[in-house]
């Protein structure tokens, strides 16, 4: 049996870096250190690094002292503000594309503009984002969303970094209607489109797939839904035990992949444990 991984599998730039700030955070510090929501959308590394006293906080209000790490998705700029006051010392672990994405939105808010974040209003980035702007910010994943948006003087468009490109095309498209002048920031980062194609291309050329990450994981998710749509035998797991022997029945070739939050350590278990399955 072959066993093929996805050259990007894994960790993204953002990812890494923020994980490489917390454990240098740990490494020279012995008080408690805390993340502003999980820094990582994997339980396993998360755990991982509470063993490292690096642990994970859903908000301000449980953090009374030490230093808090933001994670590679960024914070609203209030919750800055309010760890700053509170006396916290601040690590910005935001990825430098969303940092540059939220630059981008306080700048077309000083200069006028209506401001359109394509994306999902839930995500802590977006939240993130729509807090560097004025109450003229909306938040759309779909033109649908936009229906009811009065004509502007001018628009300026920002992207969810993790955002289809087709629907930041479709509501440019839809706002160079709405406005004489439309400013758009193609904010979208390419590690998630590389990771899918990637995984699209390896489905196609094997008979088993593997998908590595958190459940919740959304890009992780989408990479399993977009390998089963190419190859029924597709399987998403979080850890290497979770993989029966019996799905690699018949399998001459077996791919794997993993999502952007996904630890090289676990990729590296789920090839050794596929490898110990092999008859010998
Ligand atoms: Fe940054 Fe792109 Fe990862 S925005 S956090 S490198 S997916």
Known sequence: MEIYVAKSAGFCFGVKRALNMAEKCAGESSADIYTLGPIIHNPQAVQKLEESRVYAKKGLSEIEKGTVIIRSHGAKLEEVTEAGEKG??????TCPFVKKAQDLVSMLTDEGYSVIVVGEKDHPEVKGLISYGSSDIRVAESVAELEDMPRK???????????????????????????????????????????????????????????????????????????????????????????????????????????????????REVIDRISGLIPK
């Open 88 to 93: 916290l010392k601040i690590v910005d672990a």
């Open 153 to 267: 003087k001018k628009i300026g468009v920002v992207a969810q970094t993790t955002v289809p490109m087709e629907k930041l095309e479709d509501i440019v498209a839809f706002c160079i209607h709405k406005a004489a002048e439309v400013k758009v920031f193609n904010t979208i980062c390419n590690a998630t489109s590389i990771r899918q194609e990637e995984a699209r291309d390896l489905a196609g050329k094997v008979d088993l797939m593997i998908v590595v990450g958190g459940r919740n994981s959304a890009n992780t998710r989408r990479l399993a839904d977009i390998c089963r749509s190419i190859q029924a035998r597709t399987h998403h797991i979080e850890v290497a035990s979770e993989i029966d022997p019996l799905w690699l029945s018949g399998a001459a070739k077996v791919g794997i992949t993993g999502g952007a939050s996904t630890p090289d350590w676990i990729i």
